[in-house]
Structures are given as structure tokens and as C-alpha cells.
Nanobody
């Protein structure tokens, strides 16, 4: 069992930056691909970014490519999402998720492949 806790959300003006953290407990994250998803009010959950458990491969949604960066520190069992040039449309609850992966290069943008989820952290971007 993996417990995930997100932090770092908040209120920021458009153009600003935030860094989200996702700390894991219960098991080491070293065999888990990780993902960030978000859900805005009245909208479906949306993929944001994913990273393989080796950290060597990443993939982003087109809407955040070039602005967001996902990274991980397996020694600290923590995954990060650096968000720059934030826009009002980035406003959502952000969730991190863990997917056990056999291959170090595996990742996924499909929410249904992730087994463990955090409780979410609110990000609000004002115009």
C-alpha cells in the first residue's frame, strides 16, 4: 500500500509559479511510475504529466508542455510538479498518483492504470 500526500497548492496570479510536491509513505516509490492529474469544477479528471520510475522518461499534456516540469527524488520518495507561467485555466485540484511498473521506462497518461492516489491540493490562478 502506498499513501500519497500532495502539498504546495495555493492562490497565485496569472504568470506566476508554484511547485507541487507529492510525498509517499508505506513503500518506496522506486518501482512506481508517477503521474499528476487535475480536475476543475464541473470537468472531468485530466492528465497533466507523468514520469517513469527511473526518472528518465516524462510525458506532458499539450496544455502544459513547456510550462510544467515533472521530476522525482526516489531517495526522498517525493515527486514534484514545477508549474510556471500559470494561467487561469490551470485552476483545479491537482492529484498525484502511483502506478507499479515492471519496466523502469514505463509511464502512463491513463488515469485507470494508477493504483494509488493522493487527496489532492487546490491550485487557483487569478487573472
Amino acid at each position: 500500500q502506498v499513501q500519497l500526500v500532495e502539498s504546495g497548492g495555493g492562490l497565485v496570479q496569472a504568470g506566476g509559479s508554484l511547485r507541487l510536491s507529492c510525498a509517499a509513505s508505506g513503500r518506496t516509490l522506486s518501482r512506481y511510475a508517477m503521474g499528476w492529474f487535475r480536475q476543475a469544477p464541473g470537468k472531468e479528471r485530466e492528465f497533466v504529466a507523468t514520469i517513469s520510475w527511473s526518472g528518465g522518461r516524462t510525458y506532458y499534456a499539450d496544455s502544459v508542455k513547456g510550462r510544467f516540469t515533472i521530476s522525482r527524488d526516489n531517495a526522498k520518495s517525493t515527486v514534484y510538479l514545477q508549474m510556471n507561467s500559470l494561467k487561469p485555466e490551470d485552476t483545479a485540484v491537482y492529484y498525484c498518483a502511483a502506478m507499479e511498473a515492471y519496466y523502469s521506462s514505463s509511464y502512463s497518461y491513463n488515469y485507470y492504470e494508477y493504483e494509488f492516489w493522493g487527496q489532492g491540493t487546490q491550485v487557483t490562478v487569478s487573472s
